[in-house]
């Protein structure tokens, strides 16, 4: 059932072209960003990229320097702070420690200056949403950082704010609790309805929580999308290198009358020939190949039939257990290094370190990408565009280049 604290359709923003300029340097370049009226929407980069300034704009800590700010079609750019009726948790959660965890979450209230006895049947509201209201009377000393976080969440959300800024909000817990955490503010968002914008640097944290998520660097989105897309399809190669970990191999696409492939200069890898159309990609024009390391099998080389589309030769640098699954460093025969990350028990017939290896994967596993990085200058030599040949059965193979 919906809370009372819910919301109905409040909460849309758009962002417009923000910029901002610290002295010389520019933290946002013309950021523009649709979020849906409850919807749940990641800010995710590295330390610097300008998630936290656009989150400081949409609040009003920061006047952009161009570009405008709206709430629900609202113009919100030039609105003072305390009349934006916006929600905001931190990550040093700034609960008034002389105060319990009602008292708190009341202080949003009277502020507002809300009737007492309308402040008190609101507060138990919102710690019911929080599962606090056994807490209610406690001080936050008294209180685990996990509840301290939801003491700062109900006093967010207990003036029904269309829209929640979060801003590392879990950022100071430990690993076990942040990860219980995630699992609650989703929740909680959910039950309340409000729309969300969260920052975090976490990708794991980001692609647990989030509708979308606009991945951010040096001031600008790279792209927005939901977690499984930016994840199995990337559309830069920054965002393929930063969504989690990647076996990456770079050279230029080319295509011929038996199909397309990669040419790295020590090999000519398939690719399917619609990667090479989604991004325009012209004959030698640079380019990535992405595999995810879950996507990627190894096996003990001559051990097993050759079955799967791609398959490189390798030997096996290192095996490391964590836990759930086994990851395995491979250098390949050329040097390139690959990594493979297998379920444990689903490696029946495991390598050891040492071993000679066969790497595959299935064509459609791995996304081809526009290599941006083409510019450090490391392919400039022209690469010979041979032919892919096939294994006679109908499968795409990889051919040593001359």
Known sequence: MRSRVGLDSRGAVRLKELTRWYGELRALDRISLDVHAGEFVTLLGASGSGKTTTLRCVAGFLKPDSGRVFLDGRDITD???????????????????????????????????VPGAEIQRQVMEALEVVHLTAQARRYPRQLSGGQQQR???????????????????????????????????????????????????????????????????????????????????????????????????????????????????????PVTDES??????????????????????????GSRPASIGIQLQGALREAVYVGSSRKYMITLDDGQEVVVRVGVGTDVEAPQTGDEVTVTWALEHAVLVRDDQAERGALDAVVSPNVVVDDGAGRPTVEAAP
């Open 79 to 113: 609105v003072p702070i305390h009349k934006r009726n916006i929600g905001m948790v931190f990550q040093n959660y700034a609960l008034f420690p002389h105060m319990t965890a009602a008292d708190n979450v009341a202080f949003a209230l009277r502020v507002r200056h």
């Open 151 to 269: 003491v700062a969440l109900a006093r967010a959300i207990v003036f029904r704010p269309p829209l929640l800024l979060m801003d590392e909000p879990l950022g100071a817990l430990d690993k076990k609790l942040r990860e219980a955490m995630q699992v609650e503010v989703k929740r909680i968002s959910r039950e309340v309805g409000v729309t969300v914008l969260y920052v975090t640097h976490d990708q794991e944290e980001a692609l647990a929580m989030s509708d979308r998520i606009a991945v951010y660097r040096n001031g600008r989105i790279e792209q927005v999308g939901a977690g499984e897309e930016l994840y199995e399809r990337p559309a830069t190669l920054f965002v393929a290198s930063f969504m989690g970990e990647s076996s990456i191999f770079h050279g230029r696409f080319q295509r011929q009358v038996t199909g397309a492939y990669l040419d790295d200069g020590q090999r000519r890898i």
């Open 276 to 301: 090479g159309r989604r991004l325009g990609l012209q004959a030698g024009q640079p380019a990535a190949l992405v595999i995810r390391p879950e996507r990627m099998r190894v096996h003990r080389s």
